[in-house]
T-cell receptor, first 113, second 112 residues
Framework: GAGVSQTPSNKVTEKGKYVELRCDPI?????LYWYRQSLGQGPEFLIY????????DSGLPNDRFFAVRPEGSVSTLKIQRTERGDSAVYLC???????????FGPGTRLLVL | SQKIEQNSEALNIQEGKTATLTCNYT??????LQWYRQDPGRGPVFLLL?????KEKRKERLKVTFDTTLKQSLFHITASQPADSATYLC???????????FGTGTRLQVTL
């Protein structure tokens, strides 16, 4: 597609469950970022991939959060043992090598009950 | 710690006027600064980027200034229209591959 796509658009789960959020970056973009946005706040960085490897995972809040990008394209953010405080919009962005602009997807709205 | 501040209160202006949004930062040495627009339920959309060695950037009705001495960027929308109503986010980065650090955003409301 033309832009970054994310699925699902909405996810409701129960406390303690496991969830997976998917990101399809713009074709040809080697850099991929995950951010989390709480209501009334700006996005907060979680993790950055360059190709298949995580180049910076300093924003992951704890070891319940994990992300993969096995083939250097699609990425999955995985959250184990979800907590109510994990409720937020999870945004994915991609960037072409050599350029500064990050292009964001529409986000996945996660609600943990 | 690093801090990026944007007007937390909504900015209400009349159609046709110039909207000016402020972004201030502390404990940060950005290589460049970006402005994004975000509509409700949508992801941020890139508007403009300005580098640390640039003072001003323009694109159509948009203008950004960057003062690394004052640690401040101003974002201007001239001849504002109701369609410009949205939240505008300021984001800083230390390099091309680096993460973006965002402010909390300023909500702009343009009325007829």
């Amino acid at each position: 597609g033309a832009g970054v796509s994310q699925t699902p658009s909405n996810k409701v789960t129960e406390k303690g469950k496991y969830v997976e959020l998917r990101c399809d970056p713009i074709s040809g973009h080697t850099a991929l970022y995950w951010y989390r946005q709480s209501l009334g706040q700006g996005p907060e960085f979680l993790i950055y991939f360059q190709g298949t490897g995580a180049a910076d995972d300093s924003g992951l809040p704890n070891d319940r959060f994990f992300a993969v990008r096995p083939e250097g394209s699609v990425s999955t953010l995985k959250i184990q043992r979800t907590e109510r405080g994990d409720s937020a919009v999870y945004l994915c962005a991609s960037r072409r090598t050599g350029e500064e602009t990050q292009y964001f997807g529409p986000g996945t709205r996660l609600l943990v009950l | 710690s690093q801090k990026i501040e944007q007007n937390s209160e909504a900015l209400n202006i009349q159609e046709g006027k110039t909207a000016t949004l402020t972004c201030n930062y502390t404990n940060y040495s950005p290589a460049y600064l970006q402005w994004y627009r975000q509509d409700p339920g949508r992801g941020p959309v890139f508007l403009l980027l300005i580098r640390e060695n640039e003072k001003e950037k323009r694109k159509e009705r948009l203008k950004v200034t960057f003062d690394t001495t004052l640690k401040q960027s101003l974002f201007h929308i001239t001849a504002s229209q109701p369609a410009d109503s949205a939240t505008y986010l300021c984001a800083l980065s230390t390099g091309t591959a680096s993460k973006l650090t965002f402010g909390t955003g300023t909500r702009l409301q343009v009325t007829l």
